[in-house]
């Protein structure tokens, strides 16, 4: 996975956070647990995709 | 004598190429801490959510039928509202019996900043004076203003000349 990649990922993650985010929100002030539920785990999902990206471009960056 | 001490000793812009530089700066504020900001950043965005999932999960919110009586019908005629609280005291809720002879309950607590929506009889529909929200009084969805979600529908039903508030319904339509 290339740097540029990397990077690429990362933001796309930081602007899919954002929205999940609201949505989870919205969801739940409509009473609609399911999909607070289901909006909650797709954010912890793209986090840890975040996370994973960090390390790899670290690797990357820092050899 | 300060003046003099504070000038740099030439004027030649070739020596003075690097006083632009600021070394502290440039360690501090780089594309590489910019790209760990904005990943700590993604990061604290998606574990936020998480405090909503577990107050889903330990809220207890209401799901048995709960059933209040409001006013007779006869002491609401057709173009006027009533105010009322349900399913509990802090939560206030508005009655309206429609022009039409409908009876349209919601809970009048604006989706926007939660201020008092009333009934503007004259064009049949709820406002919420502060910042000018408007919503349809026949299925309390926004239709002007900063509102962004529906009234949460109160059910009602009428049983032997009196109005009962049975359920309500946060998002609906």
């Known amino acids: 996975m290339g740097n540029k990649i990397c990077w690429i990922v990362i933001l796309l993650t930081l602007a899919i956070n954002v929205m999940l985010l609201q949505w989870t929100i919205n969801a739940y002030l409509g009473h609609e647990f399911e999909r607070v539920f289901l909006y909650s785990l797709l954010a912890c999902g793209s986090a840890s995709v975040t996370l994973i990206t960090v390390l790899i471009w670290r690797k990357k960056e820092y050899q | ?173």
């Open chain 2, 1 to 173: 004598m300060k003046d003099k001490r504070n000038k740099p000793y030439t004027e030649s812009d070739m020596v003075n190429l690097v006083n632009n530089v600021n070394r502290q700066e440039d360690l501090r504020y780089n594309r590489r801490s910019f790209l760990k900001a904005a990943a700590g950043t993604s990061i604290a965005l998606g574990l936020s959510t998480l405090p909503f999932s577990v107050k889903a999960m330990v809220d207890t919110f209401e799901d048995e039928e709960n059933r209040q009586e409001i006013t007779k019908l006869a002491d609401l005629p057709k173009g006027s509202s009533i105010e009322f609280h349900y399913p509990t005291e802090e939560e206030s809720a508005l009655l309206v019996h429609t022009k039409a002879g409908e009876l349209k309950a919601y809970n009048n607590a604006c989706t926007h900043l939660m201020c008092p929506v009333f009934y503007e009889e004259k064009d049949e529909v709820l406002l919420c004076p502060c910042h000018k929200g408007y919503f349809d009084l026949n299925n309390g969805h926004p239709i002007a203003g900063p509102p962004q979600r529906e009234l949460p529908m109160i059910e009602v039903e009428v049983k032997n000349g009196t109005v009962y508030a049975v359920d309500r319904k946060y998002r609906h339509g």
